[in-house]
Every structure is written in C-alpha cells, then in structure tokens.
DNA sequence: TTTATACATAGGAATGTATCTATATATTAA
DNA sequence: TTAATATATAGATACATTCCTATGTATAAA
C-alpha cells in the first residue's frame, strides 16, 4: 500500500480528527456514538471521518443503519516511520522518547 | 522539550516546507541558498522558514549577513514517535517499514 | 408502503494559509 | 556616512479549510 504522507499529515493537523483517532484507538465506533463526544454537527463530524478514510487512517464497515469506524494502525505507523526516515539516519531511529 | 504535535504537523503539511527540509538533510543552508532551489520569492521561503522554526524543525544561526538554518533530527523523530505512541501498542512499534 | 433513523453530500459563511509586491532592518563594503 | 546585500515583516489577494444548515440516500420499523 503506497500511503500519501502529505494526505496523511493534514489529516492528523486537526485537532477534532485527532480526538477522533483517540476514541477509536481500541474500539470501532459508529457515527452517532462519534458525534456524542463532539459539539459539532453530525455533518462535520461525518467531514472529518471523510478525511481520515480518505488518508487511509480509518476503515469502515456498514450494519444494518449504522456505519462503524475503526483505526488501521499499519497506516499510522508507516506513515511516522517513513517520514522520519527521509530524514533522520535508520541508526538514530527509534531513540527519542515521547513528546512530553 | 516539549514539542506542539499540531504545529509541527501542520508545519510539515505542505510540500514546499517538505521540500526545504530535504535540502536541510545533511548540511546547513542560508536563506539564498534555498532560495536558488524553488520558485518562490525569498518572502515566501522566509514564511516557511518562520513555520518550520516556529514548530522547532529547524534552527538558525545568523553569521554577517547572512541567516543558515539547519534541521533538528531530535524534534522530528520526538514527534512521529510521540504521535505513533497515543495510538499504537509499544510492541508493535517499529515494525512498519517505510510507505514505499 | 409509509415513516423514522443513520449517515453522507451540497452549498455557503467565516476563517486560515500561501503567495505576491513593497518596504523595513541589519550587516558589510566603499 | 552612504550604498549594497541578505533577510524579515507588512499588507493584499487568491485559495483552502472548517463549520453550519438543508437535503439526499439507504436501511429498518410500523
């Protein structure tokens, strides 16, 4: 899978699409049950899942009415590493800690 | 240090600060030298060099006349990894190769 | 088949961003 | 001190993004 980085990273440059990919980190969601830790419209809220499925960092699967949202993983990580490593020598990968 | 993952994510979401990064990879560079390599005016390339100095990307160094900007491995290897972290299991880190 | 529910899409207003030209500031050379 | 060079800042314009309201579409329930 050939990921865009610069899709990838203005799709993770807002804030609200971040919260989202929290709220999935370890459980799919569906739309509505998004929307309830928002006060954003449901429609801008359905924007950002856009987005984010657009950037490959959510997939989807419909039931019956409802559509549910979960984080591809692979995505996230492929994208950071890949980027870092246009940059940073492979032997200094991996040494700094978390942004505090 | 503690980074701004937003800033620094907007800040390397636009080509042309990409771009500027590349050519900061292994040497150090003043504000004419970029400018040689794209087809902005030198405003431009100083908006983006503010950007990316704003989001701790780069740093600089004034000698005589002329300003030379440098990349900060350390800011952009904190933060991908920072931002993998809120999102992905530790064990599984590292294990992505590059987005071909 | 009609109505209700879940979600997506369309269109518009407000705001943010990238680029340009013009100009200010700092440093060096004459 | 005056002129030239390197860079930054200011202000304007074009375009992109975010959010809203209104509405379309798909599915399930009555």
């Known amino acids: 899978m050939a990921y865009d980085l610069n899709k990838f990273f ?3 440059s807002d804030p609200n699409r971040v919260k989202i990919m929290e ?6 969601l569906n739309v509505s049950e998004i929307c ?5 419209q449901q429609p801008s809220v359905s924007h950002h899942l856009s987005v984010l499925k657009n ?10 009415k409802e559509v549910y949202y979960r984080l591809d ?3 996230i ?8 490593e246009q940059f940073v020598e ?7 800690g978390k942004a505090q």
């Open 36 to 40: 309830q830790h928002f006060d954003m």
């Open 73 to 75: 993983s692979i995505c």
């Open 90 to 96: 492979i032997e200094k990968l991996g040494k700094a």
């Open 55 to 64: 950037a490959d960092i959510v997939a989807h699967t419909k039931r019956g």
């Open 10 to 12: 203005k799709a993770i």
């Open 23 to 28: 709220l999935l980190k370890d459980k799919e």
């Open 77 to 84: 990580t492929s994208c950071c590493n890949g980027f870092q």
